[in-house]
C-alpha cells in the first residue's frame, strides 16, 4: 500500500465499522479493497497480514472472489489482482455513477484556462475519492490521481464538500477521520476541522494550505443541486514554489461557474444521491 495512505487497511475498515455487521456480502467487499490497495498484483500472506479476518474465513472469500472473476489469480507467481468482471462493474459505475463523463469537458477547460492541475472528487464513505484529474501544463509532483482516495479532513475537495453536509452525516464524517498530522498545517481535532468548515460555509469554498502535502496548495469548490445536496467538489491544485492561496482566490468565480454547469447536468441525468 502507498505509504502516503498512513492507515492500515484492517485499520481503515475498522474506522469505518464495514468490518461489522456486513455480512458475507460486506467481507467480500473489504477483501476487495484490500487487494486494489496493493495498486500491484498480491499474494495471499500480504493479504492475511492487512485483514482483519481468520486464515480460514479469508481463504474462503478469495476463492469465492476469484471463482466468479472479481479476482484474478496468477498461478505461476501466486497472486492475485482485480479481474476482469470488477473491471467490467467499475467501467460501468464510472458511466453511471461518477461525475467524472459529465464533468470531463468542464474540468478539459479549467486546466487550460488556469494553466493549473484540476482534480475532480466525490465522498467515498469518510474518504475523497479522486473521479479525474487534469495535469497542469507544468506538471506538479503530488499524491493525488484518478482513482486514489484520500483524506477528507485535510484535502481541499473533502473539506468543500464536508462543509455543505447535514447532519447527522457530517457527525459520523467527522468522526471517522484519522486526523493524523502529514504537515504542520494539518487539522488534527474535530473541534479545529468544525470551525473550519463553518468558515468554508459562509466563504462558499475552501482551501488546502499545505494540510496533506508541503507545498500543495489548492482552491476548492463544491459542486452541489438545486436544492443543496453535495455531489462533487474539483479543485485547482498548484504549489507554493509559483503562486500564492491569494492569487488562487481570484479563481474562485471561474471555479463556482465551472460547478454550476457540472450540477445542472449532473442534475438532467438524475445523478444519484451519494449518501
Not at 475537495?157 to 494539518?186: I, N, W
Amino acid at each position: 500500500m502507498d505509504v502516503a495512505d498512513q492507515q492500515s487497511a484492517p485499520a481503515q475498515l475498522e474506522k469505518s465499522g464495514k468490518a461489522r455487521g456486513d455480512g458475507t456480502v460486506g467481507k467480500a467487499l473489504d477483501v476487495l479493497d484490500l487487494v486494489a490497495a496493493f495498486g500491484r498484483p498480491v499474494r495471499f500472506a500480504e493479504v492475511l497480514e492487512k485483514s482483519p479476518y481468520p486464515k480460514a474465513t479469508l481463504y474462503r472469500l478469495i476463492q469465492t472472489l476469484t471463482n466468479q472473476n472479481m479476482l484474478a489469480h496468477d498461478p505461476d507467481r501466486q497472486s492475485y489482482a482485480p479481474g476482469v468482471r470488477l473491471v467490467r462493474l467499475a467501467h460501468a459505475a464510472w458511466k453511471q455513477a461518477s461525475l467524472a463523463p459529465i464533468a470531463r469537458p468542464h474540468i478539459n477547460q479549467l486546466s487550460l484556462d488556469t494553466g493549473e492541475t484540476v482534480h475532480l472528487a466525490q465522498l467515498d464513505a469518510a474518504q475523497v475519492l479522486y473521479v479525474d484529474k487534469r495535469n497542469a501544463r507544468t506538471p506538479i509532483e503530488m499524491y493525488s490521481q484518478a482513482g486514489k482516495v484520500g483524506p477528507a479532513y485535510c484535502t481541499g475537495v473533502g473539506k468543500a464538500m464536508m462543509a455543505y453536509l447535514d447532519e447527522p452525516y457530517l457527525s459520523q464524517m467527522l468522526s471517522q477521520q484519522s486526523y493524523h498530522r502529514f504537515t504542520e498545517h494539518t487539522l488534527c481535532d474535530e473541534a479545529a476541522l468544525r470551525a473550519e468548515l463553518g468558515e468554508i460555509a459562509k466563504r462558499g469554498y475552501a482551501f488546502d494550505r499545505e494540510e496533506h502535502e508541503p507545498r500543495i496548495i489548492c482552491i476548492a469548490m463544491p459542486i452541489l443541486t438545486g436544492k443543496g445536496r453535495v455531489l462533487g467538489a474539483l479543485s485547482v491544485t498548484s504549489s507554493t514554489d509559483r503562486t500564492s492561496l491569494s492569487a488562487m482566490e481570484s479563481l474562485a468565480p471561474q471555479l463556482q461557474q465551472t460547478a454550476h454547469r457540472i450540477a445542472e447536468e449532473a442534475e438532467s441525468w438524475n445523478f444519484p444521491d451519494q449518501r
